[in-house]
């Protein structure tokens, strides 16, 4: 495995230096890892959630080796589709409309529905008997979120008496059940899984309903500036200690997870051009409306680095600010780099490969990017630093 810090001649050489947009550069060893990584984990099946990144480079690398897709839309599916070959999904957001679900259903054929409500179950009892007998109903129970930096909790998850009753209606269609989960993006504490875990279980017995697949979501965590040391590890042998204690309703369950930040935020990273610099104010080619909407909204602090060296420049704390006319575009943290930093610079913020062009908006008619895919063998051409 080459170090996270590609070699800056590797990145400026794929640059056209005369490209005033803004680059996002996919690095494609980094990407092959962390599939490494949760592929040798502890999970029957691995859903990704296109909401992380839905660049057709990104779907097709997964789908060669993770074709099982995590959606919340039709549009999601209609991403995916043409990229990646026999795709499978799950349906997860918790409110769909019914013309959605049969979409979904008869030309793309999912069978896997998320649900937390009995509002939402109905619209798939609408179903005739042969078509609800293929599906597995998902019931997305309430978890603690206390441990994430982005709490989940507020918006979906039925509580534990509502999830009892949504497992055995669910049933008493002729469905297979499932329950998942979702312990909060960016999930620092491993035993936040355990927790959730335990609830799921002792909710399934409550229900006295044979579960037939058990998806902890996603939550796993990526190294931001100031956070500690990540290791995934610690998470899966969290994971597997407490499924290796089910109970008997879950004895031929499988267990899935929907890895989307962990996945694939290391694998890219975001080369930014200084368009002006007043004092310790930087004004760059992309911004809060862009790609560094997690900087503003969300506390992600992202690494950074200079893309140049004119060495004997001492470091300095700059503002970065966006591209548009909003003052509120600037992050709200300095970044420290050479103090000679001027026009035309590029600035890399890396980890950004999560929840950053999927974010962008269309404000002031900025923010368009420029794509580059570093394989293993520019990378080895180039050496790492």
Known sequence: MTSTATQVSTILGQIDRTDKQPVLVYHSERLQCKLSEFLAGPFDQIFYPVKANNDPYVLREIGRKIPTFDVASLSEIEAVHPVVENAQYCFS????????????????????????????????????????????????????????????????GAADADAVQLLRAASALGCSVGISFHVGSQNMNPTSFHT??????????????????????????????GDDEIDLLSFFFAITEQWQHRPSLFSNSE?????????????????????????????????????????????????????????????????????????????????????????????????????GQVLATGFNGKHTYTRVVLTEAKVASEGVA
């Not at 998902?138 to 918006?155: E, T």
């Not at 140049?308 to 509120?328: I, M």
Request: glycine share 8%; aromatic share 10%.
């Open 93 to 156: 957001h918790p409110i769909k409309d019914p013309f959605e679900i049969l979409i979904a259903y008869e030309q793309y054929d999912v069978r896997d529905f998320v649900v937390d409500t009995a509002q939402e179950l109905e619209k798939l009892s609408r179903l005739d008997a042969d078509r609800l007998a293929l599906l597995t109903v998902h019931v997305r129970i309430s978890v603690p979120n206390a441990q994430a930096l982005y709490p989940l909790d507020g918006k979906f």
């Open 196 to 225: 959730a875990m335990d609830l799921a279980f002792r909710i399934a017995e409550w229900a006295g309903i044979t579960v037939s697949v058990l998806n902890v979501g996603g939550g796993f965590p990526v190294p931001y500036v």
């Open 255 to 355: 267990l899935w997870c929907e890895p989307g930040r962990s996945l694939v935020a290391e694998a890219g990273s975001l080369v930014l051009r200084i368009e002006q610099r007043r004092g310790n104010m930087l004004y760059v080619n992309d911004g809060v409306y862009g790609c560094l909407h997690d900087g503003k909204f969300h506390g992600v602090v992202f690494p950074c680095r200079a893309l140049w060296s004119r060495g004997g420049a001492a470091k300095e704390y700059f503002v970065l600010q966006g591209p548009t006319c909003d003052s509120a575009d600037c992050l709200p943290y300095r970044v420290c780099l050479p103090s000679d930093a001027s026009v035309d610079d590029r600035i890399e913020v890396r980890n950004i490969g999560a929840y």
